[in-house]
Structures are given as structure tokens and as C-alpha cells.
């Protein structure tokens, strides 16, 4: 993994907008309905190719895929792993019971989208057997990336973590939660195995965060915490043979606008991820829910074998952050953690985490992930002089 020896580095968490041709073939394909396989994976692979030039043509550093073969950051594993079927029943976030109004005019917004509280569960063991489909999508990346003129500074590809598998492909097979993310953890181990091999492996777990809220909500936040524990101990089984230094983490509260009171604060959740077998920590802190929580890391700052990926860029709203404000959000950054090499310009989640309910748009995106790269360039002249 890179650092940001000579001027900080930009990245984003992985998803990005998708095509409104993609966009249909992907739902329409979850939803069981008769699809043309050919085109769509001829769109993916255009997909692919836009957006990796369009991240080039940004200024971006350490580019991705951009997911845009994938249905959702997590979901897709249903489609990809034996053992599900049926309908999950996700239980309501605390943000949608409490705030009724919102919920209602959130779900206008996205009106077809992929499922997400609704996916498959597990009705019998899960089996990673055929890995075509992620070989097929690192080679498209592959593709796309000896397709530019310039190589990036880095690549990275993005994986689902047992724990936000287990909590949103719900269990119905499995004696326990925890041996239905252990289960998870060794069969998605060959997944992060083939993409770590090539690219640089994002592990996605706002399970250690956002589910506070949503499937333990009944609990509290130390019995939450332990909970986490366990989730990152899975994680770690499935990493055994994977150098932290090839793995970065991203966590997040739900990459949703919403009201978001229930957020399991910061400081209770760092030691948790910083058990993590990885490299680089990704996580929010450009939305006005998280902004503060640069003190927390200050009190607690990431092991030295970590790099912090912090969210510098909101991946919510159609604001473009003003290059003067990410400058600021990368030199606060650097001061907690005490280290400019040691900190890689970010964005708080992903840009299109489900096909359908994308919150910025595609043409917004690019200009974000350009403001990123040009704050970027400030605080290298603040930082190196």
C-alpha cells in the first residue's frame, strides 16, 4: 500500500454511478427476470472503462472499478455464492422509525432500486464454488486499466466482510450468528485471496458501525462492541494469508442522508477496527454527523502500521466541496494522526453502494473527485512547504 511520502494521495471507497442501460440489466437481473447475460456484461465492461478514465481524467491516485458489475457492495455475493434464497427480513433502521416522514420521502426518491432490506438469506450452508464471476470482474479492471495512457499510482478492488454479509443476507440456516460469519468469513477468504493477488483489497465492513442502529439495535453499545469484535475476528481468519499491507478497511454509519442520531460515537468503535488484520483504515468524516471526530482519533491514534483513508469528500450530497475545505479536512487529518505520510485523501462511502439509489450525480461525481485532488494539492503545499 502506498503512503503519501511526497504529497498526499487521493482515493475514493469504491462505488460509483452507474449507467441508466447498466442500472436496469442489474436490477431486472436480481429480481429473476430474463435477461440478456451477453449485454450485460458487455455494458459492465463499458462501464468499467468509463469509469476508471473518468477517475483518471480526476486526478485521482489509487482508482477501482468502481463496482459497476455488481448489483450492491454486499447483495451481490447472493449471486455469486451457494446457499441463499427466500427473503430476508432486515429489520428498520432506528432512523427510519423514528423519523416516519423522512422515511416516506426517502423511499419516493428511490422508487426501483436493488434490493437491500430485502435480499436473499441463507437457507443452507454457504459455498463459494465458482469464483467466475470475480475473476471476470478483475479482469474488466484489468482491461480498463492498460486501456490509459498513464497507470495510476495504485489499484484497489472492493470485497464484502463477513459481518455485512451475515447482517443483511440474513441467517435462517445457521445455529448462531456467530457461526454464520465464520462460515462467511472461510468462503468469502477465496474471494479476497484472487482480488489481493492483482489489486489492492478494500474489505467493506460498516457492519462494525452502522449496525448498531439497524440489526442490534436492541442492544448496547458495549454488547455491540463485542459483537464487532467477533466480526473482525472472522475477518481476520479470512486474511490470514493476505499481508496487511495489501488490505485497507473501509467503516461507515450508512452511506444514507438521513438524520443519523443513532451513530455508535467514534471512540467506542476505534479499537475494534483497529484489531483489524489490515493496512489502511477508511472511514467518514466529511458529513456533518462525523466531522468532529478527529478528536477521538487524536486520543486514539491508529497503530503505526496503519494508513488513514478519512473521508474528506461527502458521498451525499451534490455540494462540491470547495478545495480550501478539503485542504483544511486533510491537515486535521495529519494532525491526528501526527504523520502526512501516513494519510491518503479519501471520500466518506461510496458514490452508487446500490444500483438505483445513487444520491450525486455521475456528472457531480467526477467534479467531487476532482475538488479532492485539488485540496489535495493544497495541503501538499501546506504539509511540504
Not at 468502481?66 to 427466500?86: D, H, L, N, S
Not at 484489531?275 to 467518514?284: C, F, K, P, Y
Request: aromatic share 8%.
Amino acid at each position: 500500500m502506498k503512503h503519501s511520502d511526497e504529497r498526499i494521495l487521493t482515493t475514493h471507497v469504491g462505488s460509483l454511478p452507474r449507467n441508466a442501460v447498466l442500472t436496469d440489466l442489474l436490477i431486472r437481473d436480481e429480481a429473476g427476470e430474463v435477461v440478456d447475460k451477453a449485454e450485460l456484461a458487455r455494458q459492465s465492461e463499458a462501464a468499467v472503462r468509463h469509469v476508471v478514465a473518468q477517475q483518471a481524467a480526476a486526478g485521482v491516485d489509487i482508482v477501482n472499478d468502481g463496482e459497476q458489475p455488481r448489483v450492491g457492495f454486499q447483495t451481490y455475493v447472493a449471486q455469486r455464492m451457494k446457499g441463499f434464497g427466500g427473503e430476508s427480513k432486515r429489520p428498520r433502521s432506528l432512523d427510519y422509525t423514528r423519523f416516519p416522514v423522512w422515511a416516506e420521502q426517502l423511499a419516493r426518491r428511490f422508487p426501483r432500486r436493488a434490493k437491500i432490506t430485502n435480499a436473499p438469506q441463507a437457507v443452507a450452508g454457504v459455498a463459494y464454488e465458482d469464483l467466475t464471476a470475480a475473476q471476470e470482474e478483475c479482469r474488466m479492471f484489468r482491461a480498463a486499466l492498460d486501456g490509459l495512457g498513464k497507470p495510476p499510482v495504485e489499484a484497489f478492488m472492493t470485497a464484502a466482510s463477513p459481518g455485512i454479509i451475515a447482517t443483511t443476507l440474513l441467517n435462517a440456516h445457521y445455529d448462531s450468528h456467530e457461526a454464520y460469519v465464520f462460515a462467511l468469513a472461510r468462503q468469502m477468504r477465496k474471494e479476497y485471496e484472487l482480488i489481493a493477488r492483482d489489486f489492492l483489497l478494500q474489505i467493506d465492513a460498516p457492519d462494525l458501525a452502522m449496525e448498531r442502529g439497524v440489526l442490534f439495535q436492541g442492544k448496547s453499545n458495549a454488547e455491540f462492541v463485542r459483537i464487532a469484535e467477533m466480526h473482525v475476528a472472522a475477518l481476520n481468519e479470512a486474511l490470514a494469508d493476505i499481508p496487511r499491507e495489501r488490505v485497507r478497511l473501509h467503516c461507515c454509519w450508512g452511506n444514507y442522508e438521513g438524520p443519523h442520531l443513532h451513530d455508535i460515537p467514534m471512540r467506542e468503535i476505534l479499537p475494534v477496527l483497529y484489531q483489524a488484520r489490515v493496512g489502511g483504515l477508511s472511514i467518514e468524516f466529511a458529513n456533518p454527523r462525523h466531522q468532529h471526530e478527529y478528536t477521538a482519533l487524536k486520543q486514539a491514534r491508529p497503530p503505526a502500521e496503519f494508513v488513514l483513508l478519512p473521508g474528506v469528500i461527502d458521498s451525499l450530497t451534490n455540494f462540491v466541496e470547495h478545495p480550501e475545505v478539503v485542504a483544511n479536512r486533510i491537515c486535521e487529518a495529519v494532525d491526528a494522526v501526527g504523520d502526512r505520510s501516513r494519510v491518503i485523501a479519501s471520500v466518506d462511502c461510496g458514490f452508487g453502494t446500490f444500483a438505483g439509489s445513487e444520491y450525486v450525480a455521475e456528472d457531480v461525481v467526477w467534479q467531487k473527485l476532482k475538488a479532492c485532488r485539488e485540496g489535495a494539492d493544497i495541503a501538499t503545499k501546506r504539509l511540504w512547504g
